[in-house]
């Protein structure tokens, strides 16, 4: 009997031997203490981690390593443990702060265990420096709530603080967008448009000032919030900063660039008391600055929330009435200065709304721009434009060609090449007799898809034809990167033709510069003979507006078309 004990007594004195020297060689710093707080095993890897060496250590308290401000509770804990035979922490990893020999914190992870010896208790702790894991989860952080490019607080950032501010302190929500950066990044590249976003964002740091919180929200959207401020004139001289440190030239790649910005305005508690919903006002607020021409600042208006609720109704009967067949093409005749012949029409969309009658474009053609199915319409306006010119073919108008506006969207899908040749196949009609119209408010957001679409139209035979000449900034710098046949003059300066030398001085100079470019010019908005003959005068090829013909149904054009022709063959006299 004693003799089986004494085996027993040395296996177990052999296996804690072997725990022990397991746990001296372990790359976790290892601790064991009594129940008097004082430590009595010491590895080498806790040696590296606190800075004791183990003869340091062992006999200590195990306080050495508690910061000053958690020893209290740190002994506290030891005394119920040792009162109850029961620690609470035990079995458990926890991250804490322990205290280096050099008065250091650092971050640890704790997993506490504790046994009985001779029937006290014994507490173990195996401790793991995470001051890496710390470092990882502090960047992490930082990436969650900064802008890489502009080092400026990102959209996280800013909702935190908003949602920590808004309903508890006034403050004014400024939201920017840049006026013209989708020109710089196209015409010198995406480099270039990042260090324009970084400037722009130090620019706009120092106008906020210290009180003024910035962030990026993405692209060439920025925000900037005024905790504590819900005052409408120091709001409107942050402002006024801003624009004014946008106003000097940007050098970028050897050039002065330009860029301004329109700002929309929400306040809390007057405009919201909620993150959405300042956030929501400040975006209507920006979209009416937008709205107004850019460079401007507009303060949120309750109208302006009326509005975006009629918007977004109008859009949903627009996705009606495409699958209810609601639209329709009218066609305004377009007329040789030089025969006084029908050369073409322009289609034009009309809506028959089911309760507000007929529509011009004018009341719907801005939400369906930036709807989701603009495309389509798109599409079917291509296709019934090409049915309605090849009914005119067959009729006997042969040479007349149809005009159709394209939708942004239709520049951007890559799919515009294909839309229009399967038209042209399936109504048997002469790519020659199809003209597409772009505008520059169209083009200023195109893509190099939409340039080779273009490119491969023209080539085709299809006519592209400037709308609007003359009414935007960048026109002239256009014409050279497009495949135009035609400019459109704008109605605007067609207006005062026969009265005003000045327009005049400005249709002979559009005329002469198509002329060098090989471009045909047709006049919009020709109401009278007046301004017909000054037209004649100046050598513009044609002319549309009423003096030909107000929009009308394709059977209604055919048929006065028809009928002048046929007038004009019986009495040689008319044709004069």
């Known amino acids: 009997m004693n003799s089986e004990m004494s085996c027993t007594s040395r296996a177990v004195t052999s296996e804690n031997g072997r725990y022990e020297q397991m746990l001296m060689s372990s790359a976790t710093a290892a601790i064991c203490a009594g129940p008097d707080n004082l430590i009595v095993s010491w590895n080498t890897a806790a040696e590296h981690l606190f800075g004791y060496s183990a003869l340091e250590a062992v006999g200590k308290p195990l306080s050495i390593i508690i910061p000053t401000g958690h020893r209290t509770a740190h002994e506290a804990g030891l005394a119920r443990a040792v009162q109850s035979g029961r620690a609470r922490l035990s079995g458990h990893a926890v991250e804490i702060l322990a205290l280096h020999a050099d008065g250091r914190e650092i971050p640890v992870e704790l997993s506490l265990s504790m046994w009985f010896e001779a029937g006290q208790p014994m507490f173990g702790a195996l401790v793991r420096d995470i001051v890496d894991r710390h470092q990882a989860k502090k960047r992490l952080e930082h990436l969650a709530h900064c802008d890489t490019l502009t080092a400026l607080p990102n959209r996280n950032a800013l909702l935190e603080l908003l949602a920590a501010d808004v309903g508890r302190v006034q403050c004014s929500l400024l939201l920017l967008d840049l006026d013209g950066f989708k020109h710089v990044n196209d015409s010198l590249g995406h480099s270039f448009g990042d260090q324009l976003l970084a400037v722009v964002a130090a620019r706009l740091s120092a106008a906020a000032g210290p009180l003024g919180f910035v962030a990026r929200l993405g692209g060439d959207e920025f925000a900037v919030l005024l905790s504590g401020c819900a005052d409408p004139l120091k709001v ?341």
């Open 236 to 576: 409107d001289d942050v402002t006024r900063r801003i624009f004014e440190s946008l106003d000097p030239p940007m050098e970028l790649a050897g050039q002065a660039v330009y860029v301004g910005t329109s700002i929309g305005i929400g306040m809390s508690p007057k405009d919201a008391s909620e993150v959405e919903q300042l956030l929501s006002c400040a975006d209507l607020a920006l979209y009416a600055a937008k709205g107004r021409g850019g460079g401007v600042r507009t303060f949120f208006e309750r109208a302006m929330q009326n509005s975006s609720e009629e918007r977004h109704r109008l859009g949903a009967e627009l996705r009606q009435a495409l699958a209810h067949d609601e639209f329709e093409l009218w066609f305004q005749p377009q007329h040789s200065l030089r025969s006084n012949e029908l050369i073409g029409a322009e289609a034009l969309l009309r809506w028959r709304h089911p309760s507000r009658g007929l529509l011009s474009p004018h009341s719907f053609i801005e939400v369906l721009e930036e709807s989701a199915i603009a495309e389509d319409v798109g599409d079917w306006i291509l296709h019934k434009a090409c049915a309605t010119a090849a009914g005119w073919k067959r009729k006997g108008l042969r040479s007349a060609r149809v005009g159709v506006n394209l939708f942004a969207a239709q520049l951007r899908s890559g799919r515009l090449c294909d839309v229009v040749s399967a038209a042209l196949l399936k109504y048997d009609l002469s790519a020659n007799q199809l003209e597409l119209e772009i505008t520059e408010n169209t083009v200023l957001r195109h893509s190099n898809q939409s340039t080779t679409d273009l490119e491969k139209l023209r080539a085709m035979g299809v006519g592209i034809a400037f709308d609007d000449f003359g009414t935007g900034f960048a026109s002239l710098s256009l014409l050279q990167k497009f495949p135009l046949t035609r400019l459109k003059i704008d109605r605007s300066f067609v207006a005062e033709i026969d009265i005003k030398a000045g327009d005049a001085a400005i249709v002979q100079a559009v005329i002469k510069m198509a002329r060098s470019l090989n471009l045909t010019v047709i006049a919009e908005g020709v109401e009278t003979a007046e301004q017909e003959a000054t037209l004649v005068h100046l050598g513009c090829d044609e002319a549309q507006g009423y003096r030909y013909g107000r929009p009308m149904p394709s059977d209604v054009l055919a048929e006065v078309c028809l009928d002048r022709r046929s007038a004009v063959r019986r009495s040689p006299a008319l044709a004069s």
